[in-house]
């Protein structure tokens, strides 16, 4: 069975969390990222048996576009204030 709980990467100011077992491995999101903070787990697996996504929070800018690309709503990006 595949892992169902979600990965969270945050830091002082955002916090991103992938939903493995939502993820299809589209790919979508890693195209539509602006700085290339994204990219596919060489470990992990997604609900087809595909490679998950995973996410550098070094790099990430927190815009949520990847969100916003994802048709199965398994990225959650949030800003920390």
Do not use: H, W
Request: charged share 25%; aromatic share 4%; net charge positive.
């Amino acid at each position: 069975m595949k892992e169902t709980r979600p990965k969270i990467n945050k830091n002082k100011k955002k916090q991103v969390v992938v939903f493995e077992g939502l993820c299809k491995g589209c790919g979508l999101c890693i195209q539509r990222c602006p700085v290339k903070a994204i990219s596919f787990s060489k470990t992990n697996l997604g609900y087809l048996s595909t490679p998950t996504v995973v996410i550098n929070i070094k790099k990430c800018i927190a815009c949520g576009i990847c969100e916003l690309n994802c048709p199965d709503f398994a990225l959650k990006v949030d800003k920390i204030t």
